[in-house]
């Protein structure tokens, strides 16, 4: 059990929660990041649910499918959906720093799904969730908004390409069928 746990397996019990779900965490979602606010958590909190990860980057001509995002983020949320936001400079197109990334998402695009701050999320310094994504899924970003599916048992990876929209009927198809298992 990794020490993260070990401190908050006395919460986790104390708000309601059984003590097996925390150590029954798929290993791909128990990793630990700070969201845009700093604030530190491990994503084991969303297993169970259907996961849309995201590499983003604001200056991307692609940052349009935030709006999109969000829409699909709100749309399915209550079915047991989430989507999180990785931003990334590994294609050089982040802006500075994780303040400004929070900034420009919320002031542009309304974004409240949960969003990391910066990392690497290709080659060598990726971060290990996406290092893990990789591994599983057999293909790494090879552009900002590239997208990881990931089904509710925590194993099943689907990657999507950058060019792929959130909202288009080929994501909404895997992802209602995800959300039907």
Request: glycine content about 6%; aromatic content about 10%.
């Amino acid at each position: 059990m990794n020490s993260l746990k070990k401190h908050l397996l006395p919460l986790v019990v104390l708000a309601g929660f059984s003590a097996s779900a925390l150590a029954t965490c798929p290993s791909l979602l128990d990793h630990d990041f700070k969201r845009l606010s700093g604030k530190a958590e491990n994503l084991c909190r969303y297993q169970g649910k259907v996961i849309l990860v995201v590499n983003t980057a604001s200056r991307c001509g692609f940052t349009q499918q935030f709006e999109s995002l969000q829409k699909i983020h709100d749309e399915y949320r209550a079915k047991g959906f989430v989507i999180l936001g990785f931003p990334s400079s590994d294609f050089n197109q982040e802006l500075a720093d994780n303040r400004q990334v929070a900034d420009f998402c919320q002031l542009n695009y309304g974004v409240r799904f949960p969003m990391y701050e910066i990392s690497a999320v290709s080659g060598a310094r990726a971060n290990t969730f996406y290092q893990s994504l990789t591994r599983i899924s057999g293909q790494a970003p090879r552009w900002n908004f590239h997208k990881y599916l990931i089904a509710r048992d925590g194993q099943t990876v689907l990657p999507m390409e950058s060019r792929i929209e959130p909202d288009s009927r080929e994501m909404r198809t895997k992802i209602e069928a995800m959300l039907a298992q």
